[in-house]
């Protein structure tokens, strides 16, 4: 039991007599009740570069639908750390952010359960090379005209091009290669 000062104090002014105020001590039974746990902040946004290390702290809570697998979490603590290699690019992600459905529940007989989200936006990096588009081009020898190939790369802005291209070995011989501007 724990011992609480209550005070007790008329707010209304007296209009012609002055009261004193009273003062008593009283024991308070505190009853454990069962709550769910909370999370504070309900939704946790991160920001982590997409080639994080295999180990390296995301947040610290607890996670339930990890549907990449890309994290791991420490159950007493709730730290949340990398499992497995994250891709900005990969259809697990919506708009550079990754979301996770967070799951707690505590240890009592009928455990109570609460549930918040992290959002790790992943922050880019130049992890995938840039590629052409067309895997094979048709030309004629006899009325020569130009194919265009197209270049794409998946990373996002300040990581694609502009591009440098060139042919290889004996190629260069008989052709000629430029890139269109536009």
């Known amino acids: 039991m724990e011992g609480i000062l209550a005070i007790s104090k008329n707010e209304a002014v007296f209009s012609t007599r002055v009261l004193t105020t009273a003062t008593a001590t009283v024991a308070v039974a505190v009853e454990d009740g069962n709550?769910?746990?909370v999370f504070r902040p309900t939704e946790l946004h991160v920001k982590r570069l997409e080639?994080?290390?295999?180990?390296?702290?995301?947040?610290?809570?607890?996670?339930?639908?990890?549907?990449?697998?890309?994290?791991?979490?420490e159950e007493d603590i709730g730290l949340v750390t990398v499992r497995s290699s994250m891709d900005r690019e990969s259809t697990f992600v919506k708009d550079d952010k990754y979301t996770v459905l967070v799951l707690a529940y505590d240890n009592d007989t009928v455990p109570a359960t609460g549930t918040g989200t992290l959002v790790v936006t992943l922050l880019d990096v130049n992890d995938h090379?840039?590629?052409?588009?067309?895997?094979?081009?048709?030309?004629?020898?006899?009325e020569p005209s130009p194919a265009m190939l197209g270049i794409v790369d998946r990373d996002g802005p300040g990581h694609t091009g502009p591009f440098s291209i060139e042919l290889l070995g004996d190629h260069r011989l008989n052709w000629t290669i430029s890139i269109n501007s536009t």
């Open 51 to 73: 080639d994080a290390a295999v180990g390296s702290d995301v947040a610290q809570y607890q996670l339930s639908d990890d549907y990449a697998n890309w994290l791991n979490v």
């Open 35 to 37: 709550e769910a746990p």
């Open 129 to 142: 090379p840039p590629v052409v588009r067309q895997r094979q081009a048709s030309l004629c020898n006899v």
